[in-house]
C-alpha cells in the first residue's frame, strides 16, 4: 500500500509530458519538410466553388513553390533556391525550433516580392502569411537608417518616392547558413539605391524580428 501511494505520489508531481509533435514536423531535412508541405496543401486545397470571389490575395506561395526542379542544393544547410524560365527566382530555408520548424519561402520577380511562412508543430501545419510582412512606414525608415533618403531639397531618394513605389521596396534573402535573412533595397530609382543592405530579419524565440541598421548620421 505504501508503495502504491509513493508511485501515484511521483506520478502527481512529475511535469506534463510534453506532446508529440504531428506527423511532418520533426525532421531536420528540407527536402522532407518541403515534401510534408506539398502532402499538406494537397489535403488542405479549396475547391474551385469554395475561393472566395472577393479574395484578390491569391494562393499562398508554397503553392507554386512546391515541387520545383533546384538549382542550388544545399540540403545539409536547410537551403534550396531555383529560377525559372521568366527569371524569378525561389528559395526555401528551414528554421528549426524546440515544437518544430518553420518553412521560409520567398519568390522574387520583377518589382515584386512575394513570401510565404509555414509553422509545423505539435499541432500540424500553419500559414503564417504576415511572419515576414514589414509595414511601408517601418519599411521606409529602414531606407533612413541606412543613409539612402536624401534630405529635404536635396536631389535623391525620398519618403514621397517610397510611399508611390509600385512593389515592394524590401528584398528577402534566405540564409545558406544560420538564422539570419537579410533585407535589402528594392527599388532601382536612382539606381544607386538598389541592393543596399537594410537590416535583417533574426530568428528568434521561434519567431522572425526585424533587426534595422543603427541610423546614420545626415
Given amino acids: 500500500m505504501l508503495l502504491k501511494a509513493v508511485v501515484l505520489l511521483s506520478l502527481a508531481s512529475a511535469p506534463p509530458a510534453k506532446p508529440a509533435a504531428s506527423a511532418g514536423c520533426a525532421t531536420t531535412n528540407i ?23 472577393d ?22 544547410n536547410g537551403y534550396l533556391s531555383t529560377e525559372d524560365d521568366s527569371g524569378t527566382t ?20 520583377a518589382s515584386v516580392i512575394n513570401t510565404a511562412v509555414y509553422r509545423c508543430d505539435k499541432s500540424g501545419w ?12 517601418k519599411a521606409i525608415q529602414l531606407y533612413d537608417n541606412a543613409g539612402l533618403i536624401a534630405p529635404k531639397g536635396k536631389p ?5 518616392h517610397l510611399n ?18 537579410r533585407i535589402t533595397s528594392y527599388v532601382d530609382e536612382p539606381d544607386s539605391a538598389y541592393g543596399k543592405e537594410l ?7 521561434s519567431k522572425f524580428q526585424v533587426v534595422p541598421l543603427k541610423a546614420k548620421a545626415k
Fill in 90 to 109: 525561389f528559395e526555401a530555408a528551414l528554421f528549426k525550433n524546440p515544437e518544430g520548424y518553420h518553412l521560409a519561402i520567398v519568390g522574387t520577380g
Fill in 55 to 76: 479574395d484578390e490575395s491569391g494562393r499562398p506561395l508554397g503553392d507554386d513553390f512546391v515541387g520545383l526542379k533546384w538549382n542550388v542544393r544545399d540540403v545539409p
Fill in 156 to 160: 535623391g531618394l525620398t519618403r514621397k
Fill in 31 to 53: 527536402e522532407t519538410a518541403l515534401k510534408y508541405l506539398e502532402v499538406h496543401l494537397k489535403a488542405t486545397a479549396k475547391s474551385a466553388k469554395a475561393v472566395d470571389p
Fill in 199 to 205: 537590416g535583417t530579419f533574426e530568428y528568434v524565440q
Fill in 164 to 181: 508611390d513605389w509600385g512593389g515592394s521596396i524590401l528584398a528577402y534573402h534566405l540564409p545558406r547558413k544560420g538564422r539570419v535573412i
Fill in 126 to 137: 500553419t500559414l503564417e502569411k504576415d511572419a515576414l510582412d514589414v509595414p511601408l512606414e
